[in-house]
């Protein structure tokens, strides 16, 4: 405590109450930004891609195990209690299984051997990387 006195003080001597000013508001928009770009909004549908073509799209709101053959072999996703995942796939190293289950809009899970990928859609497209 007696170490942060002298820290304090020289501050005071170097920042104005413009500098504090500009720091504050930039604080605010940081926390702006942050809630507003980075949503947790639950997932409606998930879409299900083969390749490069979309193989389907499906409502979450069911259970259902969905059977699909691609370059490698069959993969089974399911489906249930608003949630999807890669039940069972013949990859070798099981990325796409150990992604575990997937709520949110924006979530992907990828089969890169077998060429399939999982996404989870919601009302409005969630801002990531990808989409700048």
Known sequence: MS????LIKSLQQYLRIGD????????ACVIW???TLWSH?????????L???IYGTYSLNQQR???IHGSTGEA???IANGQARFAQ???????????????????VAVCLPNQIALELLGENKPYDSLNY
């Open 3 to 6: 170490n942060l006195k002298p």
């Open 20 to 27: 504090w000013l500009v720091a504050l508001i930039s604080l």
């Open 33 to 35: 930004l942050f809630q």
């Open 41 to 49: 909004e639950q997932a409606a549908k998930v879409q299900i891609r």
């Open 51 to 53: 390749g490069d073509k």
């Open 65 to 67: 195990d969905i059977h």
């Open 76 to 78: 089974i996703i399911s």
């Open 89 to 107: 796939s013949p990859c070798k190293n099981q990325y796409c299984i150990h992604q575990g289950w997937l709520t949110l809009a924006g979530q």
